[in-house]
């Protein structure tokens, strides 16, 4: 690991994480809403202000992440300011974080058990641009009716397999998309019409 | 000694790559003091990471919990780094903290020496 | 079956108040300081570093002026504030044989390299109250001798080794790394890592008394105390950004080597097998208590029966703890309101029935 590449991380870690983890409580609770989720001080290239501080937030020492080629290199960095342990299967994974233009597979993420529908994977993903008020409409719990938002960079694999994520329920992922400061939530119980 | 070393240098600008954060760390020890590897208990740790201005980073891991220690001890490990500054820290710093150390050190060495004894055995011996 | 409650928010708050003019005593007196506890009262900081299983003597002072003394409640009050802590890894295993040593005696060699060194020990004091303690004094300086040279000294164990008189002690192949006890649960059958872990925070009393019935016939294991070690060891980790080993502070700590009889089996030679103990701080009955203990606890894999409670690895590892001891005896102090009502009811029914 070379300390001299690594960006600094949250500048006041505890008051910076809680409020990060607001932003994404905020953004699970009520799907597609766009949230903001400020950044660490020295965001890595390549890497969404808002996706680096989601990772920030959530990741410590117990937990494994699994990244997408592209963003790779932002493993250094989050394994120095979190501890988290990385790894190279996608069913090993507790967090992932990947880029909209090289999704891979998502049937290959845990999905928890019947039993622990908590056990599955929290996946975020960085798309190159995302507004509320226009694009796809979400329903489902947390929403009044429906919600409209523009996710860039999806394709029609995301969503049939978003559709068989939503029939495993409870089981299934939660996703969060990314993009500059800003956050979108889609847990597995919202549906998705294109 | 860190505060009176630290006061006597050109506050050098930095930013925090971490800041200090106190944890802890499982102490691991060996059955029988050598053999299979157990976890005996926690210990305090504060860690840091900065970077000078001109880019060099220093880190610390310091047992306790004073972010304090951890930041000097941080600066003085990037101090070290610059051209020309790791003879005089070594100098000025580490050398007079060791000696310091050490003489604590070998007065608890004398003190203890002080107890040693020779135990004779009597009636064994003597009957054998 | 516990219930809610509701209500009692003055009285509590009043408690607490109450608790903490209690702590503090007549105010005509001068309030304890962190140093005075660590100075003065260092034995029971060690205990409670030991048990608490943080070793932070800042911490366990604290805690031991918080709960006014009392050892169990400082331990839970230090095992609380523990889990508020991230956890930023594990230390490379300590290498005791590198200690800086205060004490060290053997029971079993007269004559042994390093020698034997007392150190700061009531072992030979008359256990005497000593009146001339009950004003202050000035401070008491101890004796000096030799030059200070501080050389690493060999465990004595290595003696009889090198005979192959006494089982080694090797870690197994690949030397794996032990599961750790604040992460996972304990599980039936522990192995020696698991079960070491949990007696070096278990509580005093309880390996004191388990300890005690090995030595009354209860586990055959006739113990000698082939060394005990009490000092001081550097501490290092290996920080991932670095790459090499950080030294991070010094602990103080207290070892013990058991050395127990073995008979042999059809495949091995009679030999001396081993129980260990090792204590944060100078915790010297605990260490031995522990070392006590884990000879017995190692019945089944040495091939003797396991018949002494003290051998019985589920009573002795689940029981150790002081904290979950400690809660589960006091939380019967809990409302039991509606459990109680009904097994008076059953009672009277029964009653009425007769």
């Not at chain 1, 390549?46 to 937030?57: D, G, I, K």
């Amino acid at each position: 690991m070379n300390l001299a590449r690594l960006g600094a991380g949250f500048s006041s870690p505890v008051l910076d994480s809680q409020r990060t983890f607001r932003g994404a409580l905020e953004a699970l609770s009520r799907p597609g809403r766009v949230v903001t989720a400020g950044g660490p001080a020295e965001v890595p290239r390549n890497v969404a202000e808002s996706a680096c501080a989601l990772a920030l937030a959530l990741l410590d020492q117990d937990t494994t992440l699994w990244l997408s080629p592209l963003l790779a290199p932002v493993g250094g960095y989050l394994r120095f300011h979190t501890g988290c342990r990385l790894v190279s299967q996608e069913a090993e994974a507790d967090f992932a974080l990947l880029d909209s233009a090289e999704l891979p597979s998502l049937d290959l993420f845990r999905c928890g058990s019947d039993e622990y529908p908590d056990r599955s994977a929290t996946v975020i993903v960085q798309v190159p641009t995302l507004e509320a008020g226009s694009g796809l409409r979400l329903s489902g719990p947390g929403i009044r009716g429906s919600v409209r938002v523009a996710i860039g960079g999806l394709h029609e694999a995301f969503f049939l397999y978003w559709g068989r994520n939503r029939a495993l329920f409870p089981r299934g992922i939660d996703v969060f998309f990314a993009c500059g400061p800003l956050l979108c939530g889609l847990p597995r119980t919202t549906r998705i019409e294109v | 000694m860190l505060e009176a070393w630290a006061a006597r240098q050109a506050q050098a600008p930095f930013t925090w790559l971490r800041p200090p954060e106190s944890g802890l760390v499982m102490v691991r020890a060996r059955a029988g003091g050598t053999g299979a590897k157990f976890n005996l208990g926690e210990m305090t740790v504060t860690r840091c990471a900065l970077r000078l201005n001109d880019g060099v980073i220093g880190v610390a891991y310091v047992a306790g919990r004073s972010h304090r220690k951890a930041e000097l001890a941080a600066l003085v490990d990037a101090s070290a780094q610059m051209p020309g500054m790791g003879e005089r820290i070594e100098r000025e710093l580490l050398e007079p903290l060791r000696v310091r150390l050490e003489a604590e050190a070998a007065r608890m060495q004398r003190k203890a020496q002080a107890t040693r004894v020779d135990f004779f055995t009597l009636a064994r011996e003597a009957g054998a | 079956m516990y219930v809610a409650v509701k209500g009692g928010e003055r009285a509590i708050q009043n408690s607490y108040e109450l608790i903490a003019e209690a702590r503090r005593g007549d105010p005509a007196h001068a309030e304890l300081t962190l140093d005075q506890i660590k100075q003065q009262m260092r034995l029971a900081v060690d205990r409670v570093m030991t048990e608490g299983s943080v070793y932070d003597a800042d911490l366990a002072a604290l805690a031991l002026k918080q709960a006014a003394g009392d050892i169990a409640e400082a331990v839970f009050l230090l095992r609380a504030f523990r889990a508020t802590l991230p956890r930023f890894g594990y230390t490379e295993p300590l290498d005791t044989s590198r200690m800086r040593l205060w004490r060290r005696v053997s029971a079993t060699f007269k004559d042994l390299p390093g020698g034997q060194i007392l150190g700061p020990t009531y072992d030979y004091t008359q256990r005497l109250l000593d009146f001339s303690l009950s004003e202050p004094a000035s401070s008491a300086v101890a004796a000096e001798s030799g030059d200070g040279k501080a050389e690493p000294v060999p465990g004595v164990l290595s003696l009889i080794e090198q005979e192959g008189l006494i089982e080694p002690q090797e870690p197994a192949a690949g030397d794996p790394d032990p599961t750790d006890l604040t992460r996972e649960p304990l599980r039936f059958p522990a192995a020696r890592p698991v079960r070491l872990q949990n007696l070096a925070r278990g509580d005093e009393g309880f390996l004191l008394a388990m300890g005690y019935s090995t030595q009354r016939g209860y586990s055959h294991t006739h113990p000698f105390a082939g060394e005990i070690r009490f000092g001081v060891l550097e501490v290092e980790i290996v920080p991932e950004e670095l790459g090499f080993a950080v030294p991070i502070g010094e602990i103080a700590l207290t070892e013990c080597q058991m050395v127990n009889q073995f008979a042999g089996s059809a495949i091995e030679p009679p030999k001396f097998t081993r129980g260990y103990g090792l204590a944060f701080g100078h915790c010297e009955r605990k260490a031995m208590a522990m070392a006590l203990v884990d000879r017995a606890l190692r019945a089944g894999e040495l091939g003797e029966s396991a018949e002494a409670p003290a051998q019985k690895q589920e009573f002795v590892l689940s029981h150790s703890d002081s904290l979950e001891a400690s809660g589960f005896v006091q939380h019967l102090k809990l409302p039991h309101y509606v459990d109680f009502q009904s097994e008076l009811e059953l009672v009277r029914k029964m009653r009425a029935r007769r």
